[in-house]
């Protein structure tokens, strides 16, 4: 490599971007040329040319450009190879600096350094995962041999136990408790899903967080996880299960105590949060991430024919789809994480930012729950207001707390510290426009749009349209169909309406990933 120091070119573009002498085209060009000799060159890294680099976001002058992001996000992402490399004490200072921008940000700006300062997570494949079969079999045996792991060997089996079905599940019940549970496969594809929840029930046993995570026992017979029951199964069970293979397991105390159910005690509200946050936090650091902590979608109408199926991708910040049904029945509870079949491996670097992200989504959306559960009746629209008001339920110091402690907990889990300052991210002014827009069901509307209409036959539209309280069918195909199933966190096909909500997603997830760098490398 050559020892040559800045070209003279070079420096005439540094100087050209601090003095901000440049148009949109220029400034990008200037960035796009000092990140490329840069490159060539590490060792000429100057103090200057990190000033030039972070000069782009100083000035308002590009604000209103129309591709503004793109200059934020290239320049942004020359700082992080630069800071990536460490290599002396002026590139040293780069992360710090674009952290503490960060938390000064908005709009493109933002979003540009948050998703930059992403691609600093570890790329690394996640190391002691279990084995799976790549071809699990099923192990034929009937209930009677299923129900007598339920109990220690040698004791008698109690004569009150029952049979009763929730969901997809048939649980072995006394009038006391749970002895056990048998979880059906709902499609040939949950098959190798559900083994993988058995198999992961198993690793955490061996493998556990330190974070007081309890986890179900699997039931393991011949080395084999995975059953299908030969013989009648117990009447009332779902339409939904997919023949008779499933997995079995014994849950562990809490693990259908769900944080948000009516009358739940706040102590144990926030340690189901906390619990489950510095579990999250701890998989994280290991490069396993849980895919569904509740499902989100931007529009579950659509799911057939989108590309990303309808899922919530909070990074495009559109609207959020029946925000309070998806709170519904979290995957946490007293017992902490639950439904290990959602647990995969990472696969890029910004897997680490966006999990992130939906994870503190999805603890603000039941905690929202939390709160609305107080009263369940009062939502969508009555006879004396056009929306229903519920902001009353709502205790803002209580939800900032429980918020801050998530942040704490997931925080320590991911990097080991002990302390988390929440100031920066403002959270008083988030919780109350949280309240404010999760308190008022304002948007109660979504549209089934005549081409949804018609990739469903007869049957399933007259379903669809009942399922969701209508009583008088309409012709299909004929015009797109107004259905009231909210509430939902913005209008159809409208952006979220707590767009400060996405702007701490934003801040926050990026905050995890360089705190993990910056951890890592000093």
């Known amino acids: 490599m050559s020892q040559a120091p800045p070209s003279s070119s070079r420096i005439r573009e540094e100087n050209l971007l601090i003095n901000h002498r440049l148009d949109f085209s220029g400034a990008y060009m200037g960035v796009k040329y000092i990140g490329s000799h840069a490159s060539d060159y590490p060792f000429t890294i100057t103090r200057q040319t990190l000033d030039a680099l972070f000069s782009v976001f100083a000035t308002p002058k590009f604000d209103t450009a129309r591709q503004a992001f793109f200059l934020y996000h290239e320049a942004a992402l020359i700082l992080v190879e630069m800071g990536k490399k460490m290599e002396n004490k002026i590139t040293r200072t780069v992360v710090p600096r674009l952290l503490s921008l960060l938390i000064k940000s908005s709009g ?211 609207r959020l789809d029946q925000w309070l049904d998806s709170s519904r029945f979290p995957n946490f509870a007293a017992s902490g994480l639950r439904d290990f079949e959602h647990i995969v491996c990472r696969k890029t670097s910004l897997d680490l930012e966006h999990y992130t992200g939906e994870y503190l989504l999805s603890f603000i959306l039941v905690a929202g729950s939390c709160f609305r559960n107080k009263a369940p009746h009062r939502r969508g629209i009555d006879n004396t207001h056009p929306h229903v008001n519920t902001r009353d339920l709502f205790c803002p110091d209580r939800f900032e707390t429980l918020l801050s402690g998530v942040c704490e907990h997931y925080i320590k889990g991911l990097t080991g510290a002990d302390t988390f300052d929440p100031a920066p991210f403002n959270l008083s002014a988030l919780i109350e426009q949280l309240i404010e827009k999760m308190g008022l069901d304002e948007h109660m509307e979504e549209a089934l749009r005549i081409q949804d209409q018609l990739d469903m036959d007869d049957h399933r539209f007259e379903e669809f349209l009942k399922n969701r309280g209508v009583t008088v069918i309409p012709a299909k195909g004929q015009e797109d169909i107004v259905l009231f199933t909210g509430p939902h966190l913005g209008g159809f096909n409208q952006p979220i309406s707590i767009p400060k909500l996405i702007e701490f997603l934003f801040k926050f997830s990026a905050f995890c990933v360089a705190s993990c760098f910056i951890n890592k490398h000093h």
Not at 166 to 173: D, H, M, P, V, W
Request: glycine share 8%.
């Open 108 to 318: 493109n700006r933002l979003r540009a350094l948050s998703q930059a300062l992403g691609r600093l997570a570890d790329t690394t494949p996640a190391p002691d995962i279990p084995f799976f079969s790549g071809n699990a079999i099923p192990l034929d045996i009937d209930l009677a041999g299923l129900s007598k792991k339920f109990v220690p060997t040698g004791t008698t089996f109690p004569e009150n136990m029952q049979w009763t079905w929730k969901g997809r599940s048939l649980i072995a019940r006394t009038d006391k408790k749970i002895l056990g549970v048998i979880k059906f496969a709902t499609t040939f594809e949950n098959i190798d899903e559900i083994y993988r929840e058995a198999v992961w029930m198993n690793w955490f046993s061996q493998n556990p967080s330190g974070s007081e995570n309890r986890v179900p026992k699997p039931v393991c017979i011949q080395d084999s996880y995975l059953f299908n029951i030969t013989g009648e199964l117990p009447q009332g069970g779902s339409g939904t299960i997919y023949g008779s293979v499933c997995i079995v397991f014994i849950p562990c105390l809490g693990y259908y105590e769900y944080p948000n159910v009516k009358n739940t005690a706040w102590d144990q509200i926030q340690q189901s949060f906390f619990k489950t946050a510095l579990t999250l936090g701890r998989l994280s650091s290991r490069g396993l991430f849980h895919t569904a902590l509740i499902p989100l979608f931007h529009n579950r109408v659509q799911q057939g024919r989108r590309n990303d199926n309808g899922r919530y991708l909070w990074e495009h910040a559109g």
